[in-house]
């Protein structure tokens, strides 16, 4: 695939349809459907830049941040990591009912979306981890900062 289907891929992310919630009780489904990913292998990864990827999530944001103004009493939370486990860019919204993000790991929010697509664009590993003697976890802890996991965060309101 070239970068331009895929980028019409990504169309099906940009419009679909956002949960809203209407309590703390309802973390459980605003995790489960509100959660998207991106992957790409290592040939199409190197034909991304970061431009690229801040221009989708703003895409991304703008049709939220619609969908939040038409339909909802209160903000939604709009957050993005990169898993480097599966090599996935993550994103995800819950409302700002709840007073953490749900995360088990040791995790930094930070302020600027572009350390993780960086992260992401540069991991060299996007087609699986090597064979060999180390185990995968060890190699990635070796080449790159993954803890705490940084995790990019922000209020989408509702006005």
């Given at each position: ?19 809203i919630g209407n309590s703390v ?18 040939e199409l990864v190197s034909k ?112």
């Amino acid at each position: 695939m070239n970068k331009e289907a895929f980028l019409k891929e990504l169309d099906e992310i940009i419009q679909d349809e956002l949960f809203i919630g209407n309590s703390v009780d309802d973390l459980d489904d605003e995790t489960l459907l509100d959660n998207w990913s991106i992957s790409m292998g290592q040939e199409l990864v190197s034909k991304f830049t970061t431009e690229d990827l801040i221009t989708f999530f703003h895409q991304v944001q703008n049709n939220r941040k619609e969908q939040i103004v038409n339909t909802s009493d209160h903000n939604m939370i709009f957050y993005v990591w990169f898993d480097w486990q599966s090599a996935r860019l993550h994103f995800n919204l819950i409302s700002d009912l709840h007073t953490k993000l749900p995360f088990g790991c040791n995790h930094k929010v930070i302020e600027n979306i572009e350390p993780i697509l960086n992260d992401f664009l540069q991991f060299p590993y996007h087609d699986g981890f090597p064979i060999g003697e180390k185990e995968e976890k060890e190699v990635i802890e070796n080449e790159f900062d993954i803890e705490p996991l940084k995790v990019y965060s922000i209020i989408i309101t509702n006005d």
